[in-house]
């Protein structure tokens, strides 16, 4: 109906344009017409008249003068006739005009004065006049004027018939457009769409799909969209079959995804072959101590996903030895075992100069692309020196891996985030018969601001190197092909989610990355209650509350850490009552601290949280705990056991892992997550609290929600997001992400 609406309104508004464009230009041309003949008409009078009026004026018979111009002045649209002498005074005029009037219109004013012809428009007497002079001679001599004024109100009046007519017009035909258009739309596409739509509402139900199918209309306009419905119909039949088998296997096996079941499963389907993961992050650093050496597992949703998959995998993982101590800690062969507690695979590491790192890593990866990525108005920064080590330290990481792949028959390689999108199309162009997947663990932006990079199409056609890329959601997939299709000649196929270019197919999935449910639902000994957990964190603080409050982030600007605290000072004063009483613990792990605006952000979130704390603190509580430091495993999920809520609130995120890793360790189905909306994790956990972290005073309600919640209400939204969690963990997205690695067909990208 809506439809409908809008074509009778463009139809009518079409119409009523072009009668008013006609209409203004008949009322001008008409105008025109009747102003040219008055003013012919006026003309030919006063020239008429001109011989009399002189000779009765030079003889000064004023009485026939009088008779002459009252008999003149009593013609149709003749308003009246005037005769000046030559010094404006009147000598003989028509009953009612007043000489005063008369002496004061511009016209006869200017015949006087300069004795020459003069004509125009005025109002007399509330009546648009026109008023035509002539100068009178005798002999060369002027000897007075001859004025005409002529009634031109009925032009108007003749102006606005044609309007009304014109209108009146409009409003028939538009009933009739009305209609017309009622009457064609009804029967030419309301009724087949109507049988269409009941026809598929059949097929969806699965009830006798060919029913409908002979009446559906033909020779119509809607016949091409019924051909292409009618396959689908059958496709779906075939896939509702196939889909109802196969549910019917899964009941008959396991359904949840853990270690053992993955490790079987991708041994099954790797058959023996090694996985080659490449990061710039390493799994473990080595830190050097005093005169020890420790070893640290760097913050970073990358590390917590796939460190249990290699676990399993028992692959090789490449990455750049970042550590202090890493050198002395690898064999010949820049390799060793980890973790060190339990080895389970290979940890080979890249070195890279300072000058490397510089402009690699801090220049065009975290400067650059990452900003970027993230929608959090901070400006990219690109410089030339940057780019050149970008790509000398992709090639870098190309020659190390093909080292390792040398013998390796069409091996299987992981590529993993921002920091290497020149790595596939570098492997591929070596070794055409390995499968090469890349893995993007930030968001993916839209073409217009993808194009603020100088090299863009260089990142793009070095990412469609691989044979598949994952990113978290359908978003991002979307953003990627779109932006594909702005600056690359390629083919894209949106049904199949593929990019073709040079006989090379390129496959976009999304593969949304979780924790290892099963470790983060281990229980810690040492703290094994909600009570304890949270008793052991406030003694560590020295501090006393009722209720806590945790954040794990890595100290970056796209973390929304600000407005977290901005709104835990705005909860405080919407709810005095919880002062003393509720304090958040924030775990911030600092990195990237070379760049300036990181440097500077923790300058800013240490001012603020200490502003927060003056305001509010007494001698044995604050509000905000900052702790800057690598935290631990065992310390983070100390905090995630012991806290009633737990605040997520990226300003952009591609997932988010810190949300689902509390979720998963609460055993006890108890604690609430505020959630950002504009993380992906927020795609899955619906239960959370989602709130804009821009919207401070919805922050700060979310919190006070969260710590007035009834046990019940904490207990039903936990229990389905651990359910998620529980069934979409790593292992599910390892599988699924190594499993159409595994299956790509090499020899159809040739």
Same mark, same amino acid.
């Given at each position: ?15 009523? $344009? $072009? ?76 009953? =009612? ?26 109002? #007399? ?7 035509? !002079? ?44 009305? $209609? ?9 596409? @309301? ?42 119909? &059958? ?31 991708? *041994?099954?389907?790797?058959? =023996? ?49 970042? =550590? ?10 820049? +390799? ?26 801090? =220049?065009?990866?975290? @400067? ?43 091996? #299987? ?9 020149? #790595? ?77 270019? *040079?006989?090379? !197919? ?12 099963? &470790?983060?639902? +281990? ?12 008793? !052991? ?25 600000? @407005? ?36 500077? #952000? ?35 999920? /100390? ?10 609130? !990226?300003?952009?995120?591609?997932? /988010? ?70 069934? /979409? ?6 599988? /699924? ?9 090499? @020899?159809?990208?040739?």
């Amino acid at each position: 109906m809506k439809i409908t609406i809008r074509l009778i309104i463009s139809l009518v508004l079409m119409v009523a $344009v $072009v009668a008013v464009g006609f209409t203004f230009y008949q009322v001008n041309s008409e105008k025109k017409t009747l102003m040219s003949d008055i003013e012919r008409r006026s003309a030919v009078l006063a020239e008429s008249l001109h011989e009399t009026i002189t000779l009765l004026v030079t003889s000064n018979s004023n009485a026939k003068l009088a008779r002459l111009v009252k008999q003149f002045g009593n013609r149709e649209r003749l308003k009246g006739v005037a005769i000046l002498d030559v010094s404006g005074g009147v000598m003989a005029s028509t009953p =009612g005009l007043e000489p005063a009037v008369l002496a004061n219109i511009p016209e006869i004013v200017k015949v006087v004065t300069e004795k020459s012809k003069a004509d125009g428009l005025t109002i #007399l007497n509330d009546k648009e006049t026109y008023v035509y !002079s002539i100068p009178l001679s005798s002999d060369d001599k002027a000897i007075g004027t001859l004025v005409l004024l002529q009634d031109v109100s009925f032009i108007n009046t003749r102006l606005k018939d044609i309007w009304r007519y014109n209108i009146l017009r409009v409003l028939i035909l538009s009933a009739f457009i009305t $209609v017309i258009t009622l009457f064609v739309v009804r029967w030419s596409i @309301e009724g087949p769409i109507a049988l269409l739509a009941e026809w598929i509402k059949e097929i969806r139900s699965d009830k006798g799909r060919n029913n409908l199918s002979e009446k559906l209309p033909k020779g119509t306009m809607l016949e091409p969209l019924i051909s292409e419905v009618t396959h689908m119909a &059958n496709s779906l039949a075939l896939a509702r079959a196939r889909a109802e088998e196969e549910a019917s296997l899964r009941l008959k096996s396991e359904s949840l995804w853990t270690a053992s079941r993955l490790k079987e499963y991708i *041994g099954r389907e790797l058959g =023996g072959k090694k996985l080659f993961l490449i990061s710039n992050r390493e799994p473990y650093m080595d830190m050097k101590e005093g005169r020890s050496i420790k070893t640290i597992v760097p913050a970073g949703g990358l590390v917590t996903a796939l460190d249990p998959v290699m676990r399993i995998c028992d692959g090789l993982w490449l990455a750049h030895g970042s =550590g202090d101590a890493d050198r002395e800690t690898v064999d010949n062969d820049d +390799k060793l075992r980890v973790p060190p507690e339990e080895p389970a695979y290979t940890l080979k590491r890249v070195w890279l100069t300072k000058e490397d790192e510089d402009g690699y890593y801090y =220049g065009f990866s975290n @400067e650059g692309l990452w900003p970027l990525c993230h929608i959090t108005h901070t400006r990219p920064l690109f410089r030339l020196e940057d780019w050149i080590a970008y790509q000398r330290v992709n090639e870098k990481f190309a020659v190390t891996l093909l080292k390792e792949i040398e013998h390796e028959e069409a091996p #299987l390689i992981l590529i993993q985030d921002y920091h290497l999108a020149l #790595l596939p199309l570098l492997i591929k162009k070596r070794r055409p018969d390995a499968k090469v997947a890349i893995f993007w663990h930030i968001p993916w932006p839209n073409p217009e601001s993808y194009g603020i990079c100088p090299w863009r199409q260089e990142l793009l056609l070095g990412m469609l190197g691989a044979d598949l890329i994952g990113f978290h959601i359908q978003v991002h997939c979307n953003n990627f092909l779109d932006t594909v299709d702005s600056f690359l000649e390629s083919k894209s196929d949106w049904a199949q989610f593929k990019v073709v270019r *040079g006989g090379h !197919s390129t496959l976009v999935r999304p593969f949304p990355i979780s924790v290892a449910f099963d &470790n983060a639902d +281990k229980k810690i000994e040492f703290e094994p209650e909600k009570n304890s957990a949270m008793e !052991s964190v406030l003694k560590d603080l020295g501090i006393h509350a009722e209720y806590l409050g945790v954040g794990v982030d890595r100290i970056d600007y796209t973390k929304g850490i600000a @407005e977290r605290f901005m709104a835990i000072a705005r909860f405080f004063e919407k709810h005095p009552e919880f002062i003393g009483r509720f304090t958040f613990v924030e775990l911030g792990a600092p990195s990237r601290t070379h760049i300036k605006r990181y440097h500077d #952000l923790i300058a800013e979130l240490d001012e603020l949280s200490d502003k927060i704390n003056w305001r509010y603190k007494t001698k044995t509580w604050k509000p905000i705990a900052f702790l800057k430091a690598h935290h631990g495993h065992k310390t983070i999920m /100390n905090h995630y056991k012991g806290a009633d809520l737990c605040i997520v609130s !990226s300003l952009h995120d591609g997932m /988010n892992l810190v949300a689902k890793e509390f979720v998963a360790s609460r055993d006890d189905n108890d604690g609430v997550l505020i959630l950002s909306q504009f993380a992906g994790a927020a795609r899955e956990l619906s239960d959370a609290i989602i709130v804009n972290p821009y919207d401070i005073e919805v922050m700060a309600d979310a919190i006070y929600h969260a710590l007035t919640m009834s046990p019940e209400e904490r207990a039903t939204r936990m229990e389905k997001m651990r359910a998620i969690v529980r069934e /979409n963990n790593i292992y599910r997205w390892a599988g /699924n992400l190594i499993t159409d690695l595994a299956r790509l067909r090499i @020899e159809d990208n040739g």
